[in-house]
């Protein structure tokens, strides 16, 4: 009874060894950084455009204008940030929590939620 | 990432810039050329090719205008819109139109169209079926063949790399000044390295300022979030909050003579004495509710929405009108938009801007040789080339030396069709797309230097080929162009003859190519590497 028990846990063992591994690899991880940079760079855009028009104390269709024609500048610094900083969890952590910190802030102002 | 960020930057750089090289390369050249497009539009148009331009422009569109209202008031009484374009500078000839009924399932309606030669105000002769430089235009941003939405999100993340790989280049480019003046020949991929550094730092702020605000003339599509939080209903609150509108007599019912156009010149020429009115646009004439809206040139100023005034047809009242002062959030968005179209450049800044475009087309070029010579240079002389390596030299001939044969054929296909072949304008485009799949074919099967040495051959021909052609099918030709002053055409037939000769030298330079690549074997390339660091 022992003996099959065994087995299948070590083949558990295995298993998640080989999906550590993977992870690891590097087409994966240069993956990765392409998916935070281009998709979470493109929702933190997004999101702290959005707030930043809805912030600034000026007519609202100037508010637009600016936050557009700036969001392209910061969606390349954020890109840049996700391809210069070493560690791939900073990054991950570091732009989804502040897209998420905009994106709530402006839900709360907004009445949203 | 790497363990540094100049090393970081310079894996970036790399990656970034190859991956969309080649649709990049292709939006620049079409980009590039589109800086001529009413130039284009001119050449592809034999007959507006004699129309003069007027030595009174400004003056004459005062009766243009009259002159186009009895007109229409004749021709589209029951038409719901008419629409007068005036001549410009870069455009000699005159347009009455006027809206034929919507037939289902159509968009848009179909304008019918009356253009006149200006100083003789006689109809022209019929117009051929063509896109001109409408074409190239398009190509930059909404391609072909496909759905113009989904090319332009396409087009924005080629763009959102190309910023990417400029940063980036920009970073591991230690030696910024002192490349400037360096350009070592005959040295395999170095010398691509300092063609690439060149036309990248020479006109770098050109390369920023165009990817950048080529990105903002579709910004709402790319960014709609911040309209979308700031206006209840969303892009279209945001669109009709500024554009200006007819909201004072838009309800009213009913027909309704509309008041003689004199008077709402009169108006027009009161606020901007010196108008130069580009457009006049009446929508829903003879009724209650009509407008006439008056556009008038920005001339030299940042500004990408023309000025325009807007009046009630049935009173002659003032109803809208743009600002007269932009706010500075507008004024920079506005002046954004107005660098990347280039409306406002006269012909020496015109030629910069083309200029600027040939540098970008160099420096893409450079970008994707230099990567594939790079990695030829590595491989072991009995090594097969990788699955990888093969793919980039057949996109690099493909792209690099198909547009413009590809180019070329539609010009050529302009001229040798028959005016009066259905779907004129579609063979054109399937003529440039055709020729540029024949030569794609073959990058797939042979791309040594050989190959591009054939393809130089067979530019350098169909360069040639098209100021003949245009000599032998229409009136005039390069030398008569010249005598003539018509300094547009003669400059369009003069560059295909520049682009032959190129074509000519890069086709015998390549036959001493071939023997120096041989030379530079991977040993040598590596110690000329060592000599340098």
Not at chain 2, 143 to 151: G, N, S
Not at chain 2, 167 to 172: A, C, K, N, R
Not at chain 2, 314 to 325: I, L, N, P, S, Y
Not at chain 2, 337 to 360: C, E, F, K, Q
Request: aromatic residues 12%; proline residues 4%.
């Amino acid at each position: 009874m022992q003996a099959p028990l065994h087995s299948a846990s070590f083949d558990k063992i295995n298993v998640i060894a080989l999906i550590v591994k993977s992870v690891s690899s590097y087409r994966v991880l240069i993956f990765l950084r392409f998916v935070i940079a281009i998709i979470g760079g493109y929702a933190f855009t997004s999101a702290s455009t959005a707030l930043l028009c809805f912030l600034m104390p000026i007519a609202k269709q100037d508010a637009v204008l600016f936050s557009v024609s700036i969001s392209i500048l910061i969606y390349a610094v954020v890109f840049i940030y996700a391809f210069s900083v070493k560690s791939l969890k900073t990054v991950w952590i570091s732009i989804l929590l502040s897209t998420g910190i905009f994106a709530g802030l402006l839900a709360l102002l907004k009445d949203w939620v | 990432m790497k363990d540094s960020f100049f090393r970081s930057m310079t894996w970036l750089h790399t990656w970034v810039g190859l991956l969309v090289c080649w649709l990049l390369y292709l939006i620049f050249f079409a980009g590039t050329l589109s800086f001529f497009r009413d130039e284009i539009t001119l050449w592809n148009q034999p007959a507006i090719h004699n129309v003069q331009a007027q030595a009174q422009r400004i003056e004459a569109q005062k009766q243009q205008i009259i002159t186009g209202f009895d007109y229409l008031a004749n021709h589209g009484a029951n038409s719901p819109s008419w629409r007068i374009t005036l001549p410009e500078p870069r455009i000699p000839y005159l347009v009455y139109g006027y809206a034929k009924p919507k037939e289902p399932g159509q968009r848009r309606s179909q304008f019918k169209n009356t253009q006149l030669n200006p100083n003789t105000m006689q109809e022209l002769e019929p117009f051929i079926d063509t896109k001109g430089g409408n074409f190239f235009y398009r190509l930059h941003f909404d391609l072909h063949y496909m759905d113009a939405i989904t090319a332009r999100w396409v087009i924005c993340f080629a763009s959102f790399f190309m910023l990417i790989a400029i940063i980036s280049g920009v970073v591991i480019h230690k030696r910024i000044f002192k490349d400037m003046f360096s350009f070592r020949r005959n040295k395999g991929s170095r010398t691509w390295l300092d063609a690439h550094n060149l036309s990248s730092v020479l006109a770098l702020p050109f390369h920023l300022m165009i990817t950048y605000t080529g990105m903002i003339t579709l910004i709402f599509m790319l960014f709609p979030y911040p309209a979308q939080t700031a206006y209840d209903n969303g892009m279209r609150g945001f669109f009709n909050d500024v554009t200006p509108r007819n909201t004072m007599t838009d309800k009213a019912k009913g027909e309704s003579s509309m008041v003689p156009i004199q008077s709402i010149l009169d108006q027009v020429y009161t606020k901007w004495p010196h108008a130069d009115i580009t457009r006049v646009q009446v929508n829903q004439p003879n009724m209650a509710a009509s407008t006439i809206t008056v556009l008038v040139s920005a001339g030299k100023t940042l500004r990408d929405q023309a000025p325009r005034l807007i009046f009630s047809g049935a009173t002659g009242q003032m109803v809208a009108k743009t600002d007269d002062e932009l706010t500075n959030s507008k004024a920079l968005y506005e002046s954004l938009n107005s660098m990347h179209t280039g409306r406002l450049a006269t012909w020496l800044l015109r030629w910069l801007y083309v200029l600027g475009g040939i540098a970008g087309c160099v420096m893409i070029g450079s970008g994707c040789i230099m990567w594939a010579k790079r990695i030829r240079e590595r491989t072991k002389n009995n090594a097969k080339p990788s699955f990888g390596l093969k793919l980039v030299e057949g996109l690099n001939l493909a792209t690099i030396m198909g547009l413009p044969l590809a180019t070329c054929a539609f010009f050529t296909a302009n001229r040798l069709l028959n005016p009066t072949t259905a779907e004129r304008a579609d063979k054109e485009i399937l003529a440039f797309f055709f020729t540029w799949l024949a030569v794609a074919v073959i990058a797939l099967f042979k791309r040594d230097t050989l190959q591009w040495r054939v393809m130089a051959a067979i530019n350098t021909v169909a360069c040639l080929s098209v100021p003949v052609i245009n000599a032998l099918t229409t009136n005039g030709n390069i030398v008569s162009y010249l005598m003539h002053k018509q300094w547009a055409l003669f400059t369009f037939d003069a560059l295909f003859l520049l682009f032959s000769i190129l074509f000519f030298i890069q086709t015998e330079k390549l036959r001493t190519a071939k023997n120096t690549s041989k030379i530079i074997s991977p040993s040598q390339s590596n110690n000329l590497k060592r000599q340098k660091s």
